[in-house]
């Protein structure tokens, strides 16, 4: 099949060296996208006032198809929020203290609990969640400030956000830009994701172990006596028993929610807007319970709490997903019909393009989409790059001509492994000031087992293909 590759092709490629290349330098890409827009729309129109609607066009098509990603993350972040403030996040994580009593229990209980409250919460709220309460038990069994920084980063930012099974924003953001089912996408990660997970957090304690024996990570008393004064200081707006009943109910709410998806066959938005829902409904019934007659005003708040997180952390997302929304059926609905008959979109055309000259090979797809989605992590959000990550998954997989599923998720798990709070010491932060450690020493403890991980994982890739 011969396709008509045009200006507006070849601009493309050029704005995603562009963004790779800025991204590398550790700088910010916006400016960068909206000049491509800017750019390809004036190409293909030769409209000057048409190119500069077009930016403001693709930017409302973004966050139209990001919304309900961002509100439903906002709405938790509201309702953890809730919890933390009230203790109840105290009482539903106690039961586990019986469970660690030396370094190794800690590492893997706080891990663990960690990649399963981030499957729901997703990881900055869990650390908030768990840190406060979890922490000084992990000390006082004998893990390292570090080591729990460590456990928390690849369980949670790691292992959980890479997958994102629940609230499915990142396969969201690769399935679009792959142009793919999102089902496709989660479905392919599944082995990936524990692959990479398994061999990482293995790897990790085995490198913690070695230095604590060697006596190179030490516990400090100061850090434990100031996580005591925290839970001490914490404010007392329900009853013990009040704490009790909803640390039992928001369990089981989200247990059912988790059958809910399973027996009605709930995936993508209508599994987002069940867990958005519930979050909705704990949120308001905590609020109101613990805030009696000032619940209403507390409501607003916590909301306007939530909602500023999660434009905060999708404003870098908008503008690059904005731009690779044209790759593919975007391009109409932003610009409108000035593609080639002929074209199934700037991506695919560049993929059936590269097919009839270039004889790639699920080998060297595997290890190309591992290094752009690495190199699109570096700058530290994890998300901004993954659409990235998705667009060149279909140029390859189109190319290959199979293994599109495969490739995208070995992307996206490369991207927030790197860039989604394990690698990149700026994206460490949230870790790294609860556990009172440097986020530069955090991400130089996690260079050798995330490395690791991704060798492998994408040696299975190339098996999966």
Known sequence: MIVELTALHWIYVVFIALIIGFMVMRRDTTIVCIAGIFLIALTATGSLSHSISSIFNSFSYAITELLSTILVISIIVAMSNTLTSTGINAVMI???????????????????????????????PAVALIGAVLLPVAYEAGLPALGTAMAMNLFGHGIALSGDFVIQAAPKLTSDAAGIPIQDVINASVPLVFTMG?????AAYFFLRRDMKRGVLKITDSVIQDNHVEEINQPELLSVAQKRFFAILVP?????????????????????????????????????????NKGLEKTTQYLIEGFTFGFKVFGPVI????FFYLGDAGFGKIIGDFLPK???????????????VV????????????????????????FSGISLAGSVAALFGAAIGKGIATLTALGQIAAIWVGGGVLVPWALIPAAAICKVDPFDLARRNLVPVCIGLVVTTIVAMFLI
């Open 94 to 124: 106690s039961p586990f203290r019986k469970l660690i009593r030396n370094p190794t229990l800690a590492y893997w209980t706080i891990g663990i609990l960690m990649m399963v409250i981030s499957w729901f919460f997703w990881p900055s």
């Open 342 to 356: 002929a074209s199934q979109g700037i991506v695919n055309d560049l993929g059936v393009a590269l097919a009839n």
């Open 252 to 292: 089981l709410l989200f247990a059912a929610d988790v059958a809910a998806m399973t027996m009605l066959d709930l995936t993508g938005g209508d599994a987002t807007a069940l867990i958005g829902g519930t979050s909705i409904l704990i949120l308001l019934l905590i609020t109101l319970t613990s805030h009696k």
């Open 359 to 382: 004889p790639l090979s699920k080998e060297v797809g595997a290890v190309t989409l591992t290094a752009v989605g690495a190199i699109t992590g570096l700058d530290g959000s994890g």
């Open 198 to 202: 398994i061999v990482t957090t293995v």
């Open 319 to 322: 503008p690059i997903a904005a």
